[in-house]
């Protein structure tokens, strides 16, 4: 199958600072791309949509302002949490789509990043 | 509103065959997805069904009715690493993935 790349695996931060989190597509092209975020025996929760070249729709209750995303190229999409606080602290997640026709619309997942905000 | 149905948790035994069941109610039907989680990582892809029947991989299979708004992952010959999280998800009329809660698995000896 496709596959997503996702970087960092694992990073620590202190609280106040920035982090970026980055998802490649590494042999398509995905047109689509969305960010989950995962909490403790919890399932995942959709955070945004991003489509290449135009700006995320974020789901309901989730700040754009706080989780940057963009889109720049058909095989990288960037997450970044600004002013990170230790309750940001979590399991990100994002997937990857390529829409063509004849495709199943079955999302490839990263690896994950788990970010711990001290 | 749209709802994913499945149950919290199920313990069966190794080498057995558990089935899970999925049932949902969204806006517009494009398939759905069977996903599996080992704590701490990410999801991997199990199957896709977008009509209705059985669809068969290896040990595991899933089912489809989509008048019933039903579906289920069955897993054979269970084995203590098939122990996970089994994620169902539907995609909508927009191309949305709605998801499950999940249903954690337990094997036991």
């Known amino acids: ?118 | 509103g749209q709802n994913i149905d499945q149950p919290t948790e199920m313990t069966a035994t190794e080498g057995a065959i558990v089935q899970i069941n999925c049932t949902y109610q969204t806006s517009g039907f494009n398939g759905l997805f069977w996903y599996q989680q080992h704590a701490g990582e990410a999801p991997t892809f199990l199957s896709y069904n977008v009509l209705d029947g059985l669809e068969e991989k290896g040990r595991f299979s899933s089912f489809l009715s989509r008048s019933k708004g039903y579906s289920y992952l069955l897993l054979k010959e269970l084995q203590m690493k098939d122990s996970a999280s089994y994620l169902c998800a539907v995609l909508d009329s927009n191309y949305q993935l709605i998801w499950g809660a999940g249903t954690k698995l337990i094997i036991k000896p």
């Open chain 1, 1 to 118: 199958g496709a596959v997503v790349s996702q970087h960092p695996s694992r990073v620590i931060c202190k609280s106040g600072t920035s982090v970026k989190i980055e998802c490649r597509s590494l042999d398509f092209q995905a047109t689509t791309m969305f960010w989950y975020r995962q909490f403790p025996k919890k399932s995942l929760m959709l955070m945004a949509t991003s489509n290449e070249g135009s700006k995320a729709t974020y789901e309901q209750g989730v700040e754009k302002d706080k989780f940057l995303i963009n889109h720049a190229s058909l095989t990288l999409s960037t997450l970044t949490v600004t002013s990170a606080h230790p309750e940001d602290s979590s399991f990100y997640i994002c997937s990857a789509r390529s829409v063509r026709q004849g495709d199943t619309g079955e999302l490839f997942f990263g690896e994950g990043s788990r970010l711990t905000v001290l």
